[in-house]
C-alpha cells in the first residue's frame, strides 16, 4: 500500500508558524495532484489547499487565503504547506492526500498520510 508521511505539526501559540511536509518513498508526488485536508473534533474534513500537478495551480480554502502557502519540491519528493498567523481554529489533524487529476477534478483521493496534529493555543 503505497503512503504518504506527514511531519511537521506540533503545538504553537497564536499568531506564530508551523510548516507542514507530505512525502512519499515509493511514489513519485510531481504526478499527483496533493492536497491538504484538515480535520478537527466533531468537524467534517476540510479541504485547506492543493497543488496541481499538471499546470501548478494551487487552491485554497477561503478562511486561510493569505496565511497558507502550499508548495513542492519535486527534487525532495516533497510538498510543503507553510502556515503563517495561525489561529486556533486551526486546530486540527491535518492529512496529506494524493491523486491523479488535477486539483478542481472532484475525484477521491487515492493515497493517504498518518496525519499530524497541529494544535493552536495559547
Known amino acids: 500500500q503505497l503512503q504518504l508521511v506527514e511531519s511537521g505539526g506540533g503545538l504553537v501559540q497564536p499568531g506564530r508558524s508551523l510548516r507542514l511536509s507530505c512525502g512519499a518513498s515509493e511514489f513519485t508526488l510531481d504526478i499527483y495532484s496533493v492536497a491538504w485536508i484538515r480535520q478537527a473534533p466533531g468537524k467534517e474534513r476540510e479541504r485547506v489547499s492543493c497543488i496541481s500537478s499538471s499546470d501548478g495551480t494551487t487552491y485554497y480554502v477561503d478562511s486561510v487565503k493569505g496565511r497558507f502557502t502550499i508548495s513542492r519540491d519535486n527534487a525532495k519528493n516533497t510538498v510543503y504547506l507553510q502556515m503563517n498567523s495561525l489561529k486556533p481554529e486551526d486546530t486540527a489533524v491535518y492529512y496529506c492526500?494524493?491523486?491523479?487529476?488535477?486539483?478542481?477534478?472532484?475525484?477521491?483521493?487515492?493515497?493517504w498520510g498518518q496525519g499530524t496534529q497541529v494544535t493552536v493555543s495559547s
Open positions: 492526500a494524493a491523486q491523479p487529476k488535477h486539483c478542481s477534478d472532484g475525484i477521491p483521493y487515492s493515497y
